[in-house]
């Protein structure tokens, strides 16, 4: 797996929080992930193209999404709603798009398909790269969320 590659999603995920939803993110340990079981409440996935092939996904508990979307959306969200879901695809492109911004400067073109938005409690996320997952989970004042990463060798 090349930090490369990994790295400027982490930072975008950072980035986009803060300056899109004035959250400030901290990361954990990364580590391997081995099932397909997500460690949240809704997710989205985007599978990505180009100079590498792999996904990825989004994972936020409900507090932390609640909170992050009351901010990125201007109004208080109590419960998951279609408002809620979109705000998670929403974020998934953004945090995509700058990744793939940072990348392009070194020289790593990508393109991103469209988020795909599962929820619900122990639903599953499935990457399509058959290459290892990273896993980094942060934290946030409203709760938790995971960025998952996953890439293969390009076709």
């Not at 792999?54 to 419960?79: D, K, Q, R, V």
Request: glycine letters at 10%.
């Amino acid at each position: 797996m090349d930090v490369r590659i990994i790295n400027p999603f982490l930072a975008a995920a950072m980035h986009v929080l803060k300056t899109m939803a004035e959250v400030d993110a901290t990361p954990g340990k990364p580590f391997l992930k081995r099932d397909d079981v997500a460690v949240g409440d809704v997710s989205a996935i985007i599978g990505i193209t180009g100079a590498a092939k792999g996904s990825m996904a989004l994972i936020f508990t409900e507090p932390c999404i609640m909170g992050i979307a009351s901010n990125l959306l201007g109004e208080e969200f109590t419960t998951m709603s279609h408002d809620v879901r979109d705000a998670v695809g929403e974020l998934t492109n953004m945090i995509c798009g700058d990744a793939r911004r940072r990348l392009a400067e070194d020289g790593f073109v990508l393109q991103a398909g469209i988020p795909t938005i599962v929820a619900g409690k122990s639903h599953t996320i499935t990457h399509i790269a058959d290459g290892p997952r990273l896993a980094v989970p942060f934290e946030t004042a409203t709760g938790s969320f995971m960025v998952e990463v996953a890439f293969g060798r390009s076709d």
